[in-house]
């Protein structure tokens, strides 16, 4: 199937409708469909401000980002966006063209659309 990669940079300790955000992203793609997703906690990182912050004990908490990230198809990645825009969450993100399929399938598996070559 063709599709994207998206990941989404998020603050560890930014919220939504009081929900740690990472958390009510994975749960809506999940209430959605999608198929499956991964968040993730960062060791280290900088970004716009360009301070350098590391997953260390005397840290403050809540300054670390979690990439959470979703292989979709193209309406998925364009109901998730919007719904993400609806929300008036502002959120870095990255888009990669991905081609994704299952080896082996089984009858649980949701039925694949034949990839392009």
């Given at each position: 199937?063709?599709?994207?990669?998206?990941?989404?940079?998020?603050v560890e300790g930014q919220r939504l409708h009081g929900t740690l955000l990472w958390e009510w992203l994975l749960?809506?793609?999940n209430t959605m469909g999608i198929r499956g997703g991964s968040?993730?906690?960062?060791m280290a990182g900088f970004g716009r401000h360009h301070r350098l912050h590391q997953d260390r004990f005397f840290e403050l908490?809540?300054?670390?980002i979690v990439e959470v990230e979703f292989i979709v198809t193209d309406d998925e990645k364009t109901k998730l966006l919007d719904l993400i825009a609806a929300e008036k969450v502002r959120l870095f993100?990255?888009?990669?063209?991905?081609?994704?399929?299952?080896?082996?399938?089984?009858?649980?598996?949701p039925p694949m659309?034949?990839?392009?070559s």
């Open positions: 199937m063709e599709g994207s990669y998206l990941r989404f940079y998020v749960r809506t793609a968040a993730f906690h960062a908490a809540g300054n670390l993100y990255a888009e990669i063209p991905a081609r994704f399929g299952v080896l082996n399938p089984d009858r649980d598996d659309q034949e990839s392009r």
